[in-house]
């Protein structure tokens, strides 16, 4: 009598001490490759190197100008909201770097990926975490 089911049954190995799958022992090389390409990727997501000095200093302007003409001249808030410290403490980083290069449909806050790098969005979100830089006319 022939079992209707043995072919559901998985069978031994060469050795008969593995179970195969139907594609028996060949399949492992494929997926052994697949998990050497994924964890070679990891890696792919550092993030972008800081914008140089200058262009760090073209930035504190913009943000100065253009961000404060909403944010208010001290980011305090004005028709957008505030963009100090304190008031982006709960906010996630990635939020406010999406929020800055993208800009927010249906608000008026436009996007800037026209004018920033994702680099400089990034930047920008880091200083306003860390108490945006004063300009250098603020300086002493």
Request: glycine share 10%; hydrophobic share 40%.
């Amino acid at each position: 009598m022939h079992d209707q089911h043995a072919p559901l049954l998985p069978s031994l190995s060469p050795a008969g001490t593995l179970p195969m799958a139907r594609g028996g022992l060949r399949c492992l090389p494929r997926f052994g490759l697949w998990l050497v390409l994924l964890a070679g990727t990891a890696g792919l997501h550092a993030q972008p190197a800081p914008p140089t000095t200058q262009r760090q200093q073209e930035l504190v302007r913009m943000v100065r100008q253009d961000c404060g003409s909403c944010h208010g001249l001290h980011l305090t808030g004005g028709l957008g909201p505030a963009l100090t410290r304190a008031a982006l403490a709960d906010k996630p980083i990635d939020s406010i770097v999406a929020t800055i290069y993208g800009g927010r449909p249906g608000t008026p806050m436009a996007p800037w990926k026209a004018m920033l790098s994702e680099a400089d969005a990034l930047w920008i979100a880091q200083q306003l975490f860390a108490g945006f830089p004063e300009s250098v006319k603020d300086r002493p």
